[in-house]
Each structure stands twice: as structure tokens, then as C-alpha cells.
């Protein structure tokens, strides 16, 4: 019989099922612990998720709303959030926008963007507006500005900081 022909008795080799378990590997076993140690360590340099009083911030769910300041009363670079951008100063969705922040207790009225650093150019290529008039709260510091846009309900469009030129 040649070496290369099959004999017919013998069953074929694909259709054989395993009769003996699986092993693991030990490496695998190693590898996984050793990611699992890795991934301990970096969770553990990159902060436990409590924090001191020092490094704490602000929980934006339980601050108070913030106070919006003027430009002229501002020291330095003003942080605006935008909620509302359009062509014109008498759309209705920034009509409706001046309303509904003037219910929160906001005095804002339409903007040029123009009036702070930066802020033009930002709105006008996210909006594709390309001389927007918008509705922005402004404040003095960046973690007002995130309480207030992460307690508003409404919609933000961007939050820009800039010196106020206007």
C-alpha cells in the first residue's frame, strides 16, 4: 500500500470527536493576572474615586445656580455658555431663549459673539451662521460656567472663554 493512499478501515480525522479536555494554559493564567494587577495598579495611581476637601470641585447636581456677571464687573477673561445662535437678533429661537433664561433669573438680551475673544469664529463654524447673533450667560470663572451648563435644562450650544472686547 502506498504511504499516501488512505487505508478504508480507518475513520477520518475530522469527524473524530475530542475525547480529551482542554487544558489550560498556564501562561494565559499568568498573562491574565498580570492584567489584572496592571490594571489595579493604574486605577489606584489615577485616584481611589473619593476625594479630600482640597481637591474635591463642585457637584453641580447640589450647587446653586450661579451669578451671571456683566462684562464690565468681570476681572480678566469672561467664560460665556451660548444657548442660542442665529442670523438675526429677532428669531424666535433666540426670542424664546431670552424668555426662558430671563424665567431662571438671567438678565441676557442677543449678542455679537464678536464682543469676546474667539467666540465669533467658534459659533459661526459650529453653526455654519456666518454673522450669528447669540444668547450666552456670562461668568467669571470656568466652574460656574460648568454648574450652570450642567444644571440647565436647555440646550448649549458652546461655552467659549475670551476676554470681553465690546
Known amino acids: 500500500m502506498s504511504p499516501l493512499r ?6 477520518p480525522t475530522a469527524s473524530c470527536p475530542r475525547t480529551t479536555p482542554r487544558r489550560r494554559v498556564p501562561r494565559r493564567d499568568a ?14 495611581a489615577c485616584g481611589t474615586g473619593t476625594s479630600t476637601d482640597t481637591d ?9 445656580w450661579p451669578a451671571a456677571v456683566s462684562p464690565a464687573d468681570a476681572d480678566g ?8 445662535v442665529d442670523a438675526s437678533a429677532d428669531a424666535d429661537a433666540v426670542t424664546a431663549e431670552v424668555a426662558r433664561l430671563g424665567e ?21 463654524a459650529l453653526t455654519g451662521i456666518a454673522e450669528p447673533v447669540a444668547v450666552g450667560v456670562l461668568f467669571a470663572s470656568e466652574e460656574d460656567a460648568g454648574v450652570f451648563d450642567t444644571r440647565d435644562e436647555g440646550t448649549t450650544v458652546s461655552v467659549t472663554s475670551g476676554a470681553w472686547t465690546c
Open 77 to 84: 477673561d469672561v467664560w460665556a455658555v451660548w444657548t442660542a
Open 104 to 124: 431662571q433669573g438671567y438678565d441676557v438680551q442677543p449678542t455679537d459673539p464678536a464682543c469676546q475673544d474667539g467666540a465669533h469664529e467658534q459659533l459661526a
Open 31 to 44: 498573562l491574565a493576572a498580570g492584567l489584572a494587577a496592571a490594571t489595579l495598579l493604574v486605577t489606584a
Open 56 to 64: 474635591a470641585g463642585v457637584d453641580p447636581s447640589a450647587a446653586d
Open 6 to 11: 488512505r487505508r478504508p478501515d480507518a475513520r
